[in-house]
Structures are given as structure tokens and as C-alpha cells.
């Protein structure tokens, strides 16, 4: 499967244009990852396990998408769109939403 966040892949022209698929995952992160966060915010650096979780969020979000996209009968998805946004009280919850269109090329 050929993902492509390009509206085309180069050299391989799209036979059949399947539909819009999508993939989306909520993640929740815990307790400990947001104390720890908050530390890092005061003195400053990266959220390595922030950064795990999006992460995981965002692979488990593309390979629904893919899966999706499989199930049509489509051997390349194009047009990628990821989008990450915080739900639940007081953002405690990281959402990642894949689209795209599934083609055979």
C-alpha cells in the first residue's frame, strides 16, 4: 500500500478512483505523563512520551486508514490530510484523524 500525502504519485497514473477513507484513533494519556509534562513546560525541553503517544496515535490512525482502503480493493491511498486535535475535560484526550482517497494505481 502506497500512502502519499500529494494528490498523485509520480510515474503511476491512477486507474480507478475508489472513495474517501479515513482512520481515527483517540488516545488518552495518563496521570503521570501529564505531571511530568508540566515539569518539562516549566524548565523547558521535549515530552518524549508525549511525543511516543502521538506517535502511536498517529500510526494506529494510518493503518485503519489502510486497512479501510484495502477493503476496497485500493493498492495506494492519496491526498493525505492528518489531523491531531485534544477532546475530553481539559484536553486529556489526543485525537488523530487520517483521510485520503483510495485509488488503484
Known amino acids: ?3 502519499s500525502t500529494t494528490p498523485q504519485i509520480e510515474g503511476h497514473p491512477i486507474r480507478e478512483y ?3 477513507v479515513t482512520g481515527e ?3 488518552g ?3 503521570f505523563k501529564d505531571f511530568m509534562a508540566g515539569i518539562r513546560d516549566i524548565v523547558g525541553g521535549r515530552s518524549k512520551s ?3 503517544v502521538l506517535a502511536e496515535a498517529k500510526e494506529t490512525s494510518l493503518q485503519e486508514m489502510m486497512q479501510r482502503a484495502q477493503a476496497l480493493g485500493a493498492n495506494a491511498v492519496v491526498g493525505i490530510d492528518i489531523d491531531y486535535e485534544t477532546i475530553g475535560a481539559n484536553g486529556s484526550m489526543l485525537m488523530v484523524a487520517t ?7
Open 18 to 20: 475508489k472513495g474517501v
Open 25 to 27: 484513533t483517540i488516545i
Open 1 to 3: 500500500m502506497i500512502l
Open 99 to 105: 483521510s485520503g482517497t483510495a485509488v488503484v494505481i
Open 50 to 52: 508525549y511525543e511516543k
Open 29 to 31: 494519556a495518563n496521570m
